[in-house]
């Protein structure tokens, strides 16, 4: 594993961001900023014609480091530990769980909480303890 | 306009995934590690990016939702669904185990696009391919079985 810093202010600067964002789209759009959701629907079969839109905010999401770049002179590179087979099986569980419960960290855990769901608290909170169980099974049992 | 305005929108996203460090999968690993709590290799970070998100949408989402319509559509697109059914306990658990394993979720999968290299793309397709394997099942159990597609 690789060490990290606890960066309590960056991480809520960061989630300012985020909820800034969730905010503006719903402002302008309607929608909610779930990622999963609108990534999910770049895939046919296109229920709507809000496939431009979608596109334009994943390239934003995209393109993201490259200006954290510009500014800060670093690219921020993920750290990635996990090999080829886990990360493809990982990107198939995300992928598959995420559009099964409708929603992922962004949707559930940002925007249906804040909006009180209770379809989003028990989503969070299973995501939340089969995520702690499987890096408590990979880190200090397996 | 309006697709400028979402990819402006998509972008603050980004940015405060980077800002956070949630757009790095060891960040995010050391988070969910509770049992390092004791050894101090425990990173609590994460809970804030959380925290100020879920602040700032808490009251914003009100603020918008008291408009009868958003700037640029016709009406509001809130989730209807209220049932607890199997899905929304299946899907997150599914998800979390993968969240678990690589420490990517969508949106830091995203982010990782151009800075993470072949694992990220690697990650990024099987992904894609759990999403498109999710809505062909969902569409499979909607709709009734006369009107199937033939597999």
């Known amino acids: 594993m690789v060490a990290t810093e606890f960066t309590p202010v960056a991480a809520l600067s960061g989630g300012v961001l985020i909820g800034a964002s969730a905010v503006a789209l719903m402002a302008a759009t309607g929608r909610i900023a779930g990622i999963s959701g609108i990534a999910a629907r770049l895939l046919p079969p296109y229920d709507d014609d809000g496939f431009a839109g979608r596109l334009a905010f994943v390239l934003g999401v995209v393109v993201a480091p490259l200006i954290v770049a ?24 995300v992928g598959f769980g995420a559009v099964w419960g409708n929603g992922c960290t962004s949707g559930h855990g940002v925007c249906g909480l804040s909006r009180l769901s209770m379809r989003s608290l028990v989503a969070t909170a299973v995501f939340m303890a089969t995520a702690i169980a499987t890096v408590f099974l990979t880190r200090h049992v397996l | 306009m309006i697709v400028l305005l979402q990819f402006a929108i998509g972008l603050v996203f980004g940015l405060g995934l980077v800002v956070a460090g949630m757009s790095d999968p060891a960040k995010v690993l050391n988070f969910l590690d509770i049992a390092a709590i004791g050894s101090g290799g425990w990173d609590a970070s994460l809970a804030f990016v959380m925290a100020g998100a879920i602040a700032v949408t808490f009251i914003g989402f009100r603020l918008v939702l008291r408009r ?11 989730p209807t669904a ?49 999403m498109a394997g999710a809505r062909v099942l969902a569409a499979r159990q909607v709709a009734p079985a006369a009107v199937r597609p033939p597999i």
Request: some cysteine; glycine content about 14%; charged content about 10%.
């Open chain 2, 82 to 130: 209220r049932d607890l059914d199997s899905r929304i306990v299946a899907g997150p658990a599914i998800f979390g185990v993968g969240w678990g394993l690589a420490g990517f979720c969508p949106g830091p999968a995203l982010t990782a696009t151009l800075t993470g290299g072949a694992p990220a793309w690697l990650f990024l397709a099987a992904m894609f391919a759990g």
């Open chain 1, 70 to 93: 510009l500014v800060t002179g670093s690219m921020p590179v993920p750290r990635i530990e996990a090999t080829t087979p886990v990360l493809a099986l990982a990107g198939l569980l």
């Open chain 2, 68 to 78: 009868d319509q958003p700037i640029f559509g016709e009406r509001f697109h809130l």
